[in-house]
């Protein structure tokens, strides 16, 4: 019986975590594999929609996340001068989730958190330092060989869950395309304690500009005064080391707000960003979630977010099956997180991106204008937050048959 044999899942990030919960909450049995000895502690991700916090709230992860994470009301974009343009209010949408906000917490204090949790659960092997390496499968089952350090280690599964980030193993190990693109450009993200909001900056911005455009937002951090992070592109051909050179890193900082004496930068990095989606999130027995599955840039804070949506989506049809219903559910996955993925996630982010980052001015500003409008009509605003707070993409995507 194939289906007695656990779910193996691949990656412990906020996608694997998800999926392990969400399996051992409906009595299936899991093995968790994360190579790395422990949680990644990178700076990534850290806003999160409403749709994300109801589906994590059964669990308990939402109200943990309360204890610490700070409630965004409002977003923003703003113009280089960093003059407002238009700001929407998620009060808006108070009727129709308990959430009407965007919640920033950074994705490496998320994944303590759920793992915390799952920990609870007695019946869950949860092994760090295991790096998945090559896997078969056939009708009844997955075998699957992780690098340890030492002697590699066979698991055999009746499902694996590659929830191993964008750099895939299981997605590499499949017949599936990564279909899509690279932005020439690259990022660099900084942190700094500078409170921006004394010059009445929302605690998410985006601000549109046709040379240096960006992406601001607050996180808590260890408590007050929080971090704000700063994104914006720059050119690949140059060093990394000149890219992140404290002069280049301040005058960045200073173009955004100037102020006398130098800005105090915490952390700085950069990163590749591209639009890419599984041609499917599935093969036989063995499934694609999250960054596994597909990426995007960060404007609209997307990616970390639609992990979740695929961890919840992906373990509620496995566990129908498992429990007697048709496998063909295992595809509905594929095709309803594809349908979200592609129409809504891509769709909005590289949307996002060009009207931040627009050079025919006359194009910006219309753009810019439109988004005036919208902000100004409260029926327009409420579908602009619907979709922009993906409420309205699951929707659309929960319907396809
Ligand atoms: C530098 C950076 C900045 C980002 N900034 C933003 C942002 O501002 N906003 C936003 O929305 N999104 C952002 N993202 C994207 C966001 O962080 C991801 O969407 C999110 O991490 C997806 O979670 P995941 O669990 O699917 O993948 P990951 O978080 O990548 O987790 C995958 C896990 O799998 C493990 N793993 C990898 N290979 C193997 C293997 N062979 N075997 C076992 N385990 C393996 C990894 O160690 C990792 O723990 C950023 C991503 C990066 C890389």
Redesign the pocket.
């Known amino acids: 019986m194939p289906d007695s044999l656990p779910v193996v899942i ?9 999926c392990a919960l969400a399996l051992r909450k409906q009595g299936i049995p899991v093995v968790l ?4 000895p422990a ?2 502690h ?6 999160f929609h409403p749709p994300t916090l109801e589906m994590m709230a059964p669990y308990g992860i939402t109200a943990k996340m309360h204890e610490t994470g700070l409630k965004v009301q409002r977003w923003q974009i703003r113009n280089r001068p960093g003059d407002l343009v238009a700001e929407f209010d998620l009060d808006l949408l108070k009727d129709i989730t308990p959430y009407p906000y965007r919640l920033h917490l950074e ?1 490496h204090r998320l ?1 303590p958190i759920q793992l915390d949790i799952l920990k609870r659960n007695k019946d869950v092997e949860i092994n760090f330092g ?4 090559s896997f078969t499968q056939d009708a009844d089952g997955v075998t699957v060989t ?1 690098g340890t350090g030492g002697a590699d280690r066979t698991i055999k599964a009746s499902w694996l869950i590659g ?8 997605r590499k190990g499949l017949d599936v395309e990564f279909e899509g693109f690279t932005w020439p450009e690259l ?1 660099v ?1 900084v942190s700094t304690p500078y409170d921006f909001a004394q010059h009445g900056f929302a605690f998410n911005c985006y601000i549109a500009d046709p040379v240096e455009w960006g ?1 601001l ?1 607050k996180v808590p951090d260890d408590g007050a005064p929080g971090l704000w ?1 700063l ?1 914006y592109p720059v050119n690949p051909e140059e060093s990394e080391e000149a890219l992140l050179s404290p002069d280049r890193i301040e005058s960045a900082l200073q173009r955004l707000v100037p102020k006398a004496g130098p800005y105090e930068v915490r952390y700085k ?1 950069t ?1 590749r960003v591209h639009q890419r989606v599984a041609s499917s999130f599935r093969a036989g027995r063995v499934l694609l ?5 597909h ?2 840039n ?1 404007l ?8 979740i949506h ?1 961890a919840i989506n992906l373990s509620d049809k496995l566990a129908r099956h498992w429990h007697g219903e048709s496998e063909a559910l295992l595809d509905l996955y594929s095709r309803q997180r594809r349908a979200a993925t592609i129409e809504q996630v891509q769709a909005m982010s590289i949307r996002n991106k060009q009207t931040m980052e627009e050079r025919d001015p006359a194009v910006q500003r219309a753009r810019l204008e439109e988004l005036v409008a919208i902000a100004a009509d409260p029926v327009k605003a409420r579908e602009h937050l619907l979709n922009t707070s993906m409420i309205s993409g699951l929707k659309r995507a929960n319907e396809v048959t």
């Open positions: 691949a990656g412990a990030g906020p996608t694997g975590l998800m594999c994360e190579a790395e949680l990644t990178d700076l990534r991700a850290g806003s994705q994944t295991h790096t998945l390496k992780f929830a191993d980030g964008g750099r895939s193993a299981v990022f993200v992406a937002f992070r994104a990095s990163y979630a999250g960054d596994a599955a990426l995007n960060p609209g804070g997307f990616g970390l977010n639609s992990g695929d």
